[in-house]
């Protein structure tokens, strides 16, 4: 699963270094502030989780535990769902995108909350 995780976290990485350029560069003059914020929000949680889950991939060399596989599988959806919603909403601008951007949200949180449930089994079991 490490692995899955580790590659998934580079194409995170590499992905949101093009969108990033791609709003900075490609974007900027297109879009109206709002819409490129939003955009820019998406890469910046797009890096966030992709971080995560780069040292989530390191951490299951050490733990295999179920949790931590959870919480990579709800950032990856969440990435997906957020910043996809983001990007959709920032390039289309269409309106409809915008309520799955606060799914996509609560998946991180799972996703964290997951991290913390397994940090804390992890300790009960030394």
């Not at 709800?74 to 957020?82: I, R, T």
């Not at 951007?101 to 089994?121: D, N, Q, Y």
């Amino acid at each position: 699963m490490s692995q899955i995780f580790l590659i998934v976290a580079a194409i995170l990485g590499g992905t949101g270094v093009m969108l990033g350029a791609f709003a900075s560069h490609g974007l900027k003059s297109k879009l109206s502030e709002s819409l490129l914020s939003a955009f820019e929000t998406g890469v910046t949680y797009q890096f966030y989780h992709a971080l995560a889950l780069f040292v989530l991939a390191l951490w299951l060399k050490q733990s295999q535990s179920v949790w931590f596989v959870v919480s990579g599988y709800l950032w990856l959806a969440g990435v997906v769902l957020f910043s996809g919603s983001l990007y959709a909403l920032a390039l289309t601008g269409v309106k409809w995108f915008g309520p799955i951007t606060p799914i996509g949200g609560v998946l991180f949180i799972a996703g964290w909350v997951s991290l913390l449930v397994g940090a804390i089994k992890l300790g009960a079991g030394s």
